[in-house]
Structures are given as C-alpha cells and as structure tokens.
C-alpha cells in the first residue's frame, strides 16, 4: 500500500529577512576598481619619487626639483609664453598629422583593392618606415625653407607609415565571411571599404592612429630644438632649447612637462573618449 505524500510548506520570506546578496563595496575597493584613480595614484607615485630624488642629489642645474618646475610652469601659464608655444607647436602639428593621416588612409585603400597597390604599399614601408622623421629634416630645409613647409613634411613621413601599416593589417585582418556579407548587398570597391572593412578594422585603425600621434608629437619637438638653433622660432622645441641657452633649468623642465601633459590629456581624454564610443560600445574591445 502506497505511503500518502506529505505536504510541503513553502514560506514566504519577508523582504527584509531576504539573505544579502550584494555587499556594497568600500571606498578603497572603488578607488582600486576605477582606471583614473589608478592612473592618479602612479602619478602621484612618480611626484613623490621626483622631489624626493632632486632632494637628494641637491642640484638645480642638473634636476630641479618638482616644487621648482611647478612653479615654473605656473609662471609660464601666467605670462601666456607657454600656452602660446603650445599652440604654435600644436598648430603645426594637427596639420601635418591630419595630411599624414589621409595619405595613410588613401595607401591603404589602395592596397586592399588592388594586389599593385599592395606591393606597393608594402614596398613603400620596407623603404621608408625604418628611416627616421628627423633624419629627413636636413633635405626638408634644402627643399622648403625654414618654416612650416618642412614641419609639415617630417610629420607627414613620421605619421604615414604606422598608420597606413596598422591601417592595412586591420584590413586584411577582415574575416571573408564579413566581407562576403558586404557583396552580398552589392557593395565593392570604396563603398566595401567604407560600409565594412572600415568598421571591422577600426581597434588596429585606432591603434595606429595613436602610435603615429606619439611619433609625430616626439618628431615635432626634436625638429623644433633643431629650427631654434638657425630661425629662433618655434613652439615648445624652442623654448626648451632657449632656456637650455639660458641655463633656466626649472624652465627646462617646465617645457618638457609641458610637452608630457599635452600627450597625457590627448591619450586619456581625446583617444579614450573615441575608444570607448565606438570599439568598446561595439563589442570588439574589453
């Protein structure tokens, strides 16, 4: 004979009796989990360590120390010297990264829709890439003077080729089944480019374009110590070398924490911004 089933009862916990199933996190867990208060506490890291060795060795003319160079930033802002610099250099550079940064794109489209362009592409780079900017700047000032025309040249060599290269490599990085959805709906040629390799391949497009930034920033400021020496004009190059001159070392150091905070808001703010609108929001970057 069959044991008659026992009833179970269920009970309906109360909101509050509910077990915790999220535990808040501690302020110092949310300092450790966020990338800026990351960032600010190597920077601060870094401060530390730059007062503490310039205290240490005791000598101005050789390394300053952090106190000072503050100082003789905040004067430089002040006066508006630096931020004229900065601009004249800034200036100079946007012209020749965006001229750099459309013939890597037009060489790079070029190759991918052609096996003569993607020779001749790769040819181009196995010769120029491994050359120098600043090394082309002697032939720069036979050819276009002293002036912006020969910036504009060794930034546009500068820029070119890693963006054109990381460019391609995004290309050909495209998998055939993304390509062959595109000549499915009747796409060819640039508007293939366009509508699907150009999205598909934007993480190493975005790669390169911050590499060719980093170079071309690096080469303007050497071309600008070189220019100061024969025109006595420039931007953040020349007013190293000037107070260089002038033994103005706590300037000095000015000048090149200029030249680093410029590159640290334009990485941190201008390309993190387009990274995390456009490959992070896709999908194709954690």
Known sequence: MPMPRQDFIHETLASTDAPVVEIPLSLWERLANSPVARKLFILAVLAVVWEAYARWLDNALLFPTLGATLA???NGLASGELVERSWVSLSVLLIGYSAGVALAFIFAVVAITSRLGNDFLETLTAMFNPLPAIALLPLALLWFGLGIGSLVFVLIHSV?????????????????TTRM????????????????????????????????????????????????????????????????????????FAGLLTVILIGLIVENLIFRVVEIRTVQRWGMQH
């Open 181 to 252: 959805v595109g000549r499915n709906y009747g796409l060819s040629g640039i508007a293939l480019v366009w509508k699907i390799l150009l999205p598909a391949a934007f993480p190493s497009i975005l790669a390169g374009l911050k590499i060719g930034w980093a170079f071309a920033w690096r080469t303007l400021i050497a071309a600008e110590l070189v220019f100061g020496t024969t025109s006595g004009s420039g931007g953040l190059g020349w007013y190293i070398y000037e107070n260089k001159n002038e033994i103005e070392i706590p300037n000095v």
């Open 72 to 74: 003789a930033l905040w």
């Open 160 to 176: 070119l080729w890693a963006v054109a290269l990381n460019t391609h490599a995004g290309f050909k990085a495209v998998p055939e």
